[in-house]
């Protein structure tokens, strides 16, 4: 089951203003970190709960070279995947499913080398390593982030 009633897909407009966005993070060499409700990696998350068009929204975010991390929430459970253009996809859990008495937050801290998702209780916790900056008149992490 791809396609069901509480889903939904990114139009061709938002797909253009995504890319519209990530160019002007590229030309003031800033690393992007994505957030959306749903989420845009296979293995992530259950497939009935990815954006439907996610593919187009995969190849926006690759294209573009300086997406670092999706955050997307949607499927109430914790995900995690690393794909194979080393953009990090992590997928929330939601506290509307969190048993009394429980928590489920977290803070993601940004250093110049990393992202550490603290999850408290039922959040997982993440250290995801990423690429360095190696062109000169570059900013570099933290300071140089847009977050979209």
Known sequence: RRWV??????????LDWM??????????????LVAGHLPLMPKSCP??????NYPEMLEVLRE????VCTLAG?????????????????????VLETPPGRDCYGVLKVFSDR???HGVDT????TLPLPQTREKNRPSWPGA????
């Open 64 to 67: 573009a070279g300086n997406v």
């Open 5 to 14: 009633q509480f889903g939904g897909g990114a139009s061709a407009a938002q």
């Open 123 to 126: 959040m997982m916790s993440l």
């Open 115 to 117: 992202l550490e998702l």
């Open 145 to 148: 982030v847009k977050v979209l």
């Open 19 to 32: 890319r519209s966005q990530l160019q002007d993070a590229k030309v003031a060499g800033q690393h992007v």
């Open 47 to 52: 497939n009935a709960c990815l954006l439907w």
């Open 74 to 94: 949607h499927t109430h459970q914790n995900g995690y995947i690393l794909d194979e253009a080393g953009i990090h996809h992590v997928v929330l859990p939601a």
